[in-house]
């Protein structure tokens, strides 16, 4: 089967392959990909960014339907359209697997980067990280839940954004615009979004296409003081670092009200970060740092796509092949794309 993948360490170093179809083991079931999304996380694999254990087939947001199941597979059943939680090779036997966090344990290793991926045709996958797809939801609509669930388990279950609360949403690209559409649907009264003049092109108009209508281009407009002006000078209750700018986190202190919070979701790729310290401690801010996905919030996440509550379709701007990835990668770095999907 034809398969994306990293050959070597090093920049570059992605091909097309022919590999052999998988076969699943004990608790495991195979999954025929009907689509990929393209995550930040293959673009820093790409680029030698982020750790991998070549040679490695690519891809972590997949959907499919289940055509094979293995020894000891309990629930099950061919035919059945899933997505899947990407926590495969947590130990389950360290202090975060036995509280229930396998997102973060340090021995996990996913697909797309510690184990083969979906940008092929078939994936094996154990058969307890599965997620049934509700009938009616799309495959493509599928394949946006894991990401968008990063989003559920960040603002909703950590950060615990409230009915009523002022957001603020720093970075309009796709997770940025997710988190904006799941603080809306948990009640935010008004999710304001900041963005560069880099994001006018694409990301600042699908924020409006969106029904966003607080959008602010810091190249054109003072965040700090529009927020004021927002909040009557109390500034938000709420806001969700998604850019990863070591120039843009030091000023969310100055968008947050005294004693809010500040969700931090956008990495800086190893970047230090410059912080007026004292400014944070005499706010009295909650900071909340995230990594992964709860397994809570795969259902929820779910819900809310399959409800119409938070569309995250509507962010796919590429549906192309594997054989067109080079394509969609270098359209996604130079801003031409928000969401990309592969299809085997």
Known sequence: ??????????????????????????????????????????????????????????????????????????????????????????????YLCRTGNIQICAEKRSPGWGIDGAMTRYICHPEKLLHDIPDGMSFDQAAMVEPTANTVTDVIERAKITAGDFAVVIGPGPIGLLAAMVA????????????????????????????????????????????????????????????????????????????????????????????????????????IFNLSTSYTSWDRTISLIHKGLVPAEKLITHRESIDNWQKVFDDLEKLKGLKALLHP
Not at 61 to 83: N, S
Not at 206 to 224: H, S, V
Request: hydrophobic residues 40%; charged residues 25%.
């Open 1 to 94: 089967m034809k398969a994306l993948v990293k050959t070597q360490k090093g920049k570059g170093f992605i091909e097309i392959r022919d590999v052999p179809e998988p076969r699943p083991g004990p608790g495991e079931v195979k999954i025929e990909v009907a689509a990929c999304g393209v995550c930040g996380t293959d673009l820093h694999v790409w680029h030698d960014q982020f750790p991998y254990w070549p040679p490695v087939i690519l891809g972590h947001e997949f959907a499919g339907t289940i055509v094979e199941l293995g020894a000891d597979c309990k629930r099950a059943r061919v035919g059945q359209r899933v997505v899947g939680e990407p926590h495969t090779r947590a130990c389950g036997q360290c």
């Open 184 to 287: 809306r649907a948990a009640g935010a009264r008004e999710v304001a979004i900041i963005g560069t003049p880099g994001d006018v092109d694409l990301r600042l108009p699908k924020a409006k296409e969106l029904g966003f209508t607080q959008i602010i281009n810091i190249g054109q407009t003072n965040a700090g003081e529009a927020i004021k002006d927002l909040t009557r000078g109390v500034g938000a209750d709420l806001v969700i670092e998604c850019s990863g700018s070591p120039r843009a986190i030091p000023g969310t202190v100055d968008l947050v009200r005294k004693m809010g919070k500040i969700c931090v979701i956008g990495l800086t790729g190893n970047r230090n970060v410059e912080i007026p310290w004292d400014k944070f401690c005499f706010k009295v801010v909650d900071i």
